[in-house]
């Protein structure tokens, strides 16, 4: 059964960092790109970052760039997400998500079917 | 970046309706574009990948179809547990992107 499971979200000042870590289970994840996905509260879903099954190649979105940082331990079954200059506008649920297989053949349009169950991120002061 | 427009934005019905919803791409995605059923307090589950094909474990009363630009989620008829949030994803190009949500709600 896959799972995968996120942690290290919290209360954090404007201006602050936090890593979020995503444990996954039950797949091989090398065989995956991962994404993080937030959701800001009675807000809809959006896409934050995304990272290919080796890690060589990384993806963002703009109101992220250059103070998100994605990566990953395959070796762990660890995605990770090094949140820096944290806005008010980050506060979220962090979603990771099962992104498209990487291997020969596969289906790359069979992505995110499956979720962790989020962690909470709040940026206020 | 490619924007997802979803419509509608909420909409009231009945057990036992027909509902449609709708996710227009400002470009061609193919058929890159997944449906997502979200309930409060949980996370996404996925209802339609690749355009069409039915998740597993999904009831049959859920059907997606469209390629290219414009595509479709269809209940056949609505049950109580379907009152929910959906919304769909493009994962054609990066960024990905989500359409705004539709809110399905009891009339």
């Known amino acids: 059964e896959v799972q995968l499971l996120e942690s290290g979200g919290g209360l954090v000042q404007p201006g602050g960092s936090l890593r979020l870590s995503c444990a996954a289970s039950?797949?091989?994840?090398?065989?995956?790109?991962m994404s993080w996905v937030r959701q800001a509260p009675g807000k809809g879903l959006e896409w934050v970052s995304g990272?290919?099954?080796?890690?060589?190649?990384?993806y963002y979105a703009d109101s992220v760039r250059g103070r998100f940082t994605i990566s990953r331990d395959n070796s762990e079954n660890t995605l990770y997400l090094q949140m820096n200059s944290l806005r008010a506008e980050d506060t979220a649920i962090y979603y990771c998500?099962?992104?498209?297989?990487?291997?020969?053949?596969?289906?790359?349009?069979?992505?995110?079917?499956?979720w962790g169950q989020g962690t909470m991120v709040t940026v206020s002061s | 970046d490619i924007q997802m427009t979803q419509s509608p934005s909420a909409m009231s019905a009945s057990v036992g309706d027909r509902v449609t919803i709708t996710c227009r791409a400002s470009?061609?995605?193919?058929?890159?574009l997944a449906w997502f059923q979200q309930k409060p307090g949980k996370a996404p589950k996925r209802l339609i990948y690749?355009?069409?094909s039915l998740q597993s474990g999904v009831p049959s009363r859920f059907s997606g179809s469209g390629s290219g630009t414009e595509f479709t989620l269809t209940i056949s008829s609505l049950q109580p547990e379907d009152f929910a949030t959906y919304y769909c994803?493009?994962?054609?190009?990066?960024?990905?992107?989500f359409g705004q949500g539709t809110k399905v709600e009891i009339k």
């Open positions: 998500a099962k992104d498209r297989p990487q291997t020969v053949g596969a289906t790359w349009a069979d992505a995110f079917d499956s």
């Open positions: 039950g797949f091989t994840i090398s065989s995956y790109a």
């Open positions: 990272i290919s099954g080796s890690g060589g190649s990384t």
């Open positions: 470009q061609g995605i193919s058929n890159y």
């Open positions: 690749a355009a069409s």
């Open positions: 994803l493009q994962h054609n190009s990066y960024p990905w992107t």
